[in-house]
């Protein structure tokens, strides 16, 4: 398995992918969406034998009284159902933070499973006096400093991307 940027040939295959992870097409549309609109975007793809069979994506989210501090959010990650819990959902997630720590970003949020997440170093955001803009349980709502004590003193809500509103 190797792990890499998409590129413009992927598409469809990440569209697939993202379908058939999820219950909606909601996922995969905001991918495309987000691909078109939010600046930077990380993408990766994980490839067997010229496959794609997981995708993720990051794009930059805001945090009220700090919006000039490099936040990225981590949403949405799909991978291929017959590929599940074979460790590529964790390779695309290292990969993609390391992606997130070369482009200068301090931290990053992810709205997911609490049993999953803080392997990678997530923490209830609370932790951080950071919430989000949707009304969730506080511990599926994580964040991870990329740099750290970059949320030291930071508080304050999460704001993601316009095309979260409507996927």
């Known amino acids: 398995m190797i792990i890499r940027p998409e590129n413009e040939n992927d598409r469809d295959a990440v569209f697939a992918v993202n379908i058939s992870a999820f219950e909606t097409q909601a996922e995969a549309t905001l991918v495309d969406v987000l691909r078109e ?33 490099k936040v990225m959010g981590l949403a949405p990650m799909a991978v291929a159902p017959e590929r599940q819990r074979k460790g590529i959902g964790s390779a695309l997630v290292r990969a993609g933070l390391e ?12 709205l997911g499973h609490p049993e999953y997440y803080p392997r990678f170093g997530f923490l209830p955001s609370s932790r951080f006096g950071i919430d989000s803009e949707y009304e969730v349980p506080e511990e599926v709502f994580m964040a991870m400093e990329l740099e750290p004590e970059a949320l030291s003193g930071q508080t304050g809500r999460v704001k993601y991307h316009h095309a979260f509103s409507n996927a």
Do not use: K
């Open 37 to 69: 609109q939010a600046r930077p975007v990380v993408s990766l793809v994980a490839e067997e034998q010229g496959n794609v069979v997981g995708h993720i994506m990051f794009s930059p989210v805001i945090l009220s009284g700090n919006p000039d501090l």
């Open 99 to 110: 992606q997130c720590r070369q482009l200068g970003f301090v931290a990053v949020v992810v």
